[in-house]
C-alpha cells in the first residue's frame, strides 16, 4: 500500500526534511520547487495558507523576472531554513504524552504533600488561564469551508477533493448550532486569492475551514486548519487519516473535531446521525463525486453525464441512498432547467427521492426533491409542505430545503413567508446566482420592485450569462413603468439566447403595456404564438384563460401556470370568475 508522508510542520525535525543542498540553490531540479503547488505539497498545507505565509511570514519564493506574478519557484534548503525559525509559532506546540509519566515515577512521598497544594494552586490557575484562553479565542457561530487543494500527484483526482469538500459541508451543515456556507458560495471562491478578512465580509461568516486532500491508492489523508475569517488569525489545525471506504466516518470524524474545537453544541441527534455513517464502496462513491461534481455546474450536458454517473453508482452499489437523492435531484432540474418538460421529470425525480428515503429517511435533500414534485408538479400543497418541513427538521443549513420551501411558498401565495425562506437561502448561498435570482423573483411577486431589482442585478452580476435573470429584471422594470430599461433586459435575454428581441413575446408584452397595440401584434403574428401573460396585457382574457387552462391541464406546457396565484403579469384576470376556477383546478382555491 503506498505511504502518505507524515505533515512536515507537524513535529518537525530537520532530518526529516530534505537537508540543504551542497550545491547552490537554483544550481539541481532537485532542490527546486516550481509553483504554489508544489511548495504546498513539500509543506503539507494548502496554497492559500502558504501565500499567506510568503507575504505574513516572509517566507523565501521567487518569481520569474519578466513572468507573470504567478510563476513562481522556491527552494527546498531555503524553506527548510525558513520553517526551522517560524516553526514554534505557525505550528501548535504538541504535548509530550510521556510527561506526565516521567513526573509520577520522580515523586517521592516526602513531595506529596507540596504536590497537592501546588495542583490547587495550579488547578485555579489552570481554570483562570483557560477563562483567559475562551475569551480571547474568537466565538465561530458560521463556517465556509474553502476547496480543499488536490495534492495528490494525479490531476485528475481533483474531483475527488471538490467532491470531499461538498460532503463535508454536508456534514457540518448537520449541526443546527452552526451556520454552514452552501456548496455554490465555497466552490466559487476557487482559485481566487481573495484575503480571508474579505471572504469572511462577504459571505458573513467568522469561521473559515481551509485544507488539503491527497489520495495515495486505497488511503486518504486530510489536513484541516481553522482560521478566524475577520482577522486572519489561525486557530487549530489537524491530520486525518483513513482508508477511502471509511471516508463518511472520516468526514463525521472531522466535523465532530471542529464543532469541538469551536465549542459548538452537538445535540445527542446529530451526534448520533454523523456517527452512523456506513462504509461505502469506493467505485461506487467515485461515480457519485463525479455525479455531483458535474450536476451543480447548471450546465445540460453536464447533468446529463450526472445523470450517468449517479446510476452507474446506483448499479455498483444499490443500496446508494445518496446516489438515489443526486439523480432526484438531476431530474428535478432537468425538468426545471434543462430541455425536459416538468411531465418527463417529475415522476423519475419522485421515483429516485423515494427510493433514497426507503434507504435513508434523514436524507434531507431527497425530502427536498420529493417536497418539490409534491407540489410544483402534483399540486397536493399540503403533504408538500409536511415533506419540505420535515427536511427542515432533519437540517436546518440544507439549502435545498429552504429554496424548495421558498417555492412552495411563492405558488401559494404565501409571499412573505417565501421570502423569510429564500433569504435564509441567501444566508446559506450568497454567492449563488440561482439564489439570488429567484431571491428577486419572490420579491417581484411580492410587488418589493426596488428590492427585487437588487438582487436580480447581483445575480446577474455574479453570472452575466444568466439569461433567466435579465428577463426576471425586464419583468420588474415593466411593472416598475421603466419600459425603457425592461425592453434593455429583454434584448440582453436574446442575445443571450440567441434570439431577437424584435421576435420575443415579451417585448410584445411591454408595447402593450405601453399601448403599443399595433407593434405588440405585429411581433405576435412573426411569432405565431406567445403565453397568456401577453394575451392578459393585450386585454384578450378569453386568449389568456383558454391558454391557462390548457396549460393547467397538460402539465406540459413551457407556460404551464407554476406561479399564476401571484404574478403580477395575471393582475387583470383576478375579477373574472374563471379565476377562481382556474385556482380550484390547482388545488389554490383554499389556500
Known amino acids: 500500500m503506498p505511504h502518505i508522508a507524515a505533515s512536515r510542520p507537524c513535529g518537525y525535525n530537520a532530518s526529516h526534511m530534505a537537508s540543504a543542498s551542497a550545491s547552490p540553490p537554483g544550481d539541481g531540479s ?25 507575504k505574513r511570514e516572509g517566507m523565501p519564493v521567487h518569481r520569474h ?7 513562481v519557484y522556491a527552494f527546498r534548503s531555503e524553506i527548510d531554513g525558513w520553517w526551522e525559525s517560524r516553526r514554534l509559532r505557525l505550528e501548535p506546540p504538541r504535548q509530550d504524552p510521556n510527561r506526565v509519566e516521567r513526573h509520577r515515577q520522580g515523586w517521592t512521598p516526602w513531595l506529596i504533600g507540596a504536590g497537592l497544594a501546588l ?17 480571547a479565542n474568537p466565538a465561530i457561530t458560521s463556517l465556509v469551508v474553502l476547496p480543499l487543494d488536490n495534492l495528490s500527484d494525479d490531476p485528475s483526482q481533483e474531483y475527488f477533493a471538490l467532491g470531499i469538500t461538498d460532503e463535508l459541508i454536508g456534514t457540518l451543515a448537520q449541526i443546527r448550532a452552526l451556520r454552514v456556507v452552501s456548496r455554490t458560495s465555497s466552490m466559487s471562491l476557487k482559485g481566487r486569492s481573495t484575503p480571508l478578512p474579505s471572504i469572511a465580509r462577504e459571505l458573513g461568516v467568522d469561521g473559515v475551514l481551509e485544507g488539503t486532500v491527497q489520495r495515495a491508492g486505497d488511503r486518504v489523508r486530510i489536513r484541516i486548519q481553522l482560521l478566524h475569517g475577520p482577522s486572519d488569525t489561525h486557530l487549530w ?15 463525521s470524524e472531522i466535523a465532530q473535531a471542529v464543532a469541538q474545537e469551536i465549542r459548538v453544541t452537538i445535540t445527542p441527534e446529530e451526534r448520533t446521525r454523523m456517527a452512523s455513517a456506513r462504509a461505502v464502496n469506493t467505485a461506487a462513491h467515485e461515480e457519485y463525486l463525479l455525479g455531483r461534481y458535474l450536476l451543480w455546474k447548471f450546465i445540460d450536458d453536464d447533468r446529463t453525464l450526472a445523470v450517468e454517473h449517479f446510476h452507474r453508482a446506483i448499479q455498483i452499489d444499490p443500496a446508494y441512498a445518496a446516489a438515489y437523492a443526486g439523480l432526484a435531484h ?17 415522476p423519475a425525480a419522485g421515483a429516485a427521492a423515494r427510493k433514497a428515503l426507503e434507504l435513508d429517511d434523514h436524507l434531507a435533500e431527497a425530502h427536498a426533491a420529493k ?42 401565495g404565501r409571499l412573505p413567508e417565501a421570502i423569510v425562506h429564500i433569504e435564509h437561502a441567501a444566508r446559506l448561498d450568497p454567492l449563488s446566482a440561482q439564489v439570488h435570482s429567484t431571491f428577486g423573483r419572490v420579491l417581484y411577486r411580492a410587488r418589493k420592485w426596488d428590492e427585487a431589482v437588487s438582487h436580480l442585478q447581483r445575480a446577474i452580476e455574479l453570472e452575466p450569462r444568466n439569461a433567466i435573470a435579465h428577463s426576471r429584471l425586464g419583468d420588474t422594470y415593466e411593472h416598475m413603468g421603466q419600459y425603457a430599461d425592461a425592453l434593455a433586459s429583454f434584448g440582453k435575454e436574446s442575445a443571450l439566447l440567441g434570439g431577437s428581441a424584435t421576435d420575443d413575446p415579451d417585448v410584445a408584452r411591454v408595447y402593450a403595456r405601453m399601448g403599443k397595440v399595433t407593434e405588440a401584434r405585429q411581433i405576435l403574428s412573426r411569432v405565431g404564438t406567445a403565453g397568456p401573460d401577453v394575451y392578459a396585457a393585450l386585454g384578450d382574457k378569453n386568449q389568456a384563460f383558454a391558454l391557462l387552462f390548457r396549460s393547467a391541464d397538460k ?4 407556460d404551464w401556470p407554476l406561479y399564476v396565484m401571484a404574478d403580477p403579469h395575471f393582475d387583470s384576470l383576478h375579477g373574472d370568475l374563471r379565476w377562481q376556477e382556474l385556482l380550484a383546478r390547482m388545488n389554490l382555491q383554499a389556500q
Do not use: C
Request: hydrophobic fraction near 45%.
Open 119 to 135: 495542583i490547587a494552586a495550579g488547578a485555579m490557575t489552570y481554570l483562570l488561564d483557560d477563562r483567559a484562553a475562551r475569551a
Open 330 to 346: 438531476a431530474w428535478w432540474m432537468g425538468g426545471v432547467f434543462g430541455p425536459l418538460s416538468m411531465k418527463e421529470a417529475a
Open 371 to 412: 417536497a418539490y414534485v409534491e407540489g410544483i408538479f402534483d399540486w397536493n400543497w399540503s403533504r408538500a409542505e409536511g415533506t419540505i418541513r420535515h427536511a427542515i427538521d432533519i437540517n436546518p443549513n440544507s439549502l435545498e430545503a429552504h429554496y424548495v420551501y421558498a417555492l412552495l411558498l411563492m405558488a401559494v
Open 237 to 251: 489545525a489537524r491530520d486525518f487519516e483513513r482508508d477511502v471506504t471509511d471516508i463518511l466516518t472520516l468526514q
Open 30 to 54: 532537485a532542490d527546486r520547487l516550481g509553483s504554489w503547488k508544489d511548495i504546498a505539497a513539500y509543506l503539507q498545507r494548502d496554497v492559500s495558507t502558504v501565500q499567506r505565509w510568503e
Open 555 to 558: 402539465r406540459q406546457s413551457d
Open 65 to 71: 523576472r519578466h513572468d507573470k506574478l504567478g510563476s
